[in-house]
């Protein structure tokens, strides 16, 4: 399921295929979800085929995809810089520290500036929703130089390994 990356990874010499969501995934090694191809209550690639050895590698999805769709609490805040949990993961092969932090340009998955909504609860300051919670926030004025904006909070429990983490005590992965 490649969301314009088949024609970048063709280019880099990868050989790479486009499947649909009901295609019989049995055969592949790799599945690539590619950036906000996920959407909260659409069609979505059968994975259960990751016991028998299927790796899939997910690239930033929407916070709507993350959460309603796949049951994670994220966050929305522009990460600028990523550290490495697993340097000698093969994903992270000649991938230097200056790699994971200040990019150029601007993050394309979140707005520049978040929607917020007015609050009684806490005098006139302005919320957004987090998980369906009022949050007062403090302002967003642009993204730019962001690693990742929307942030996996990663659980407590289970087995969960990020192989790039950041944020306030490293408690998110990108």
């Known amino acids: 399921m490649l969301r314009n990356n088949g024609p970048l990874l063709a280019t880099m010499g990868i050989r790479c295929q486009a499947v649909r969501t009901d295609d019989n995934l049995s055969g592949y090694d790799v599945l690539i979800i590619g950036k906000a191809a996920l959407t909260p209550d659409g069609p979505a ?3 259960m085929h990751v016991g028998d ?7 930033e999805q929407t916070s709507k995809a ?5 049951g994670f609490r994220v966050q929305e805040y522009g990460l600028r810089q990523a550290f490495s949990r697993v340097p000698d993961h093969p994903y992270l092969a000649d991938l230097a520290a200056g790699n994971l932090r ?3 340009g601007t993050a394309t998955v979140l707005p520049s500036r978040l929607s917020y909504e007015p609050s009684n609860k806490y ?3 302005p919320v ?3 998980c369906g919670l009022p949050v007062p926030r403090l302002w967003r004025c642009g993204n730019r130089g962001n690693v990742a904006s929307v942030l996996i909070e990663k659980p407590a429990i289970g087995d969960f390994l ?3 983490d950041g944020g306030f005590s490293l408690q998110y992965s990108p």
């Not at 050895?53 to 690239?59: A, K, Q």
């Not at 993350?66 to 796949?70: D, G, Q, V, Y």
């Open 45 to 47: 690639p059968n994975i």
């Open 53 to 59: 050895g299927l790796t899939v590698i997910v690239f």
């Open 66 to 70: 993350l959460e309603k769709r796949l």
């Open 102 to 104: 200040d990019w150029r």
């Open 123 to 125: 005098n006139g300051v």
């Open 128 to 130: 957004v929703r987090w």
């Open 162 to 164: 990020p192989i790039i």
